[in-house]
C-alpha cells in the first residue's frame, strides 16, 4: 500500500503562484509513475502533470511551461510548483501514484485563484 498527503493548497490572486506537496509512504513497487491530477467543479478529474521512476516527465497543455514538477531523491516528496496561476486553474489537486500493485490517490487540496 502506498500512502499519499498532500499540502499547500489555498487562494491565491490570478497570476501568482503556489507550491502543492505530496508527501509519500508505504511500499512502492516496481517501475511507478508520481504525479498531479485536478478535478475543477463539474469537470472529469484530468492530468496536469507525471514523473515517472526513471525520471521522465509529462505535463498537460493547459499547464505547459508555468507548472514545474519535481522529487526529493529519496521520492518521499513530490512538489508541483504552480506559476502565473490562472482562474482557470482553479481546482482540487490531487497526487496519485501508480506502481505494479495498483493506483493510490491522495484526499486532495484545493486551490482556488481569483480574478
Known amino acids: 500500500q502506498v500512502q499519499l498527503v498532500e499540502s499547500g493548497g489555498g487562494l491565491v490572486a490570478a497570476g501568482g503562484s503556489l507550491r502543492l506537496s505530496c508527501a509519500t509512504s508505504?511500499?512502492?513497487?516496481?517501475?511507478?509513475?508520481l504525479g498531479w491530477y485536478r478535478q475543477a467543479p463539474g469537470q472529469e478529474r484530468e492530468l496536469v502533470a507525471t514523473?515517472?521512476?526513471?525520471?521522465?516527465?509529462r505535463y498537460s497543455d493547459p499547464v505547459k511551461d508555468r507548472f514545474i514538477i519535481s522529487r526529493d531523491n529519496s521520492w518521499s516528496m513530490v512538489d508541483l510548483q504552480m506559476n502565473s496561476l490562472k482562474p482557470e486553474d482553479t481546482a482540487v489537486y490531487y497526487c496519485n501514484c501508480r506502481d505494479a500493485r495498483g493506483l493510490y490517490w491522495g484526499k486532495g487540496t484545493l486551490v482556488t485563484v481569483s480574478s
Open positions: 514523473i515517472s521512476s526513471d525520471d521522465r516527465i
Open positions: 508505504g511500499s512502492i513497487v516496481g517501475f511507478y509513475v
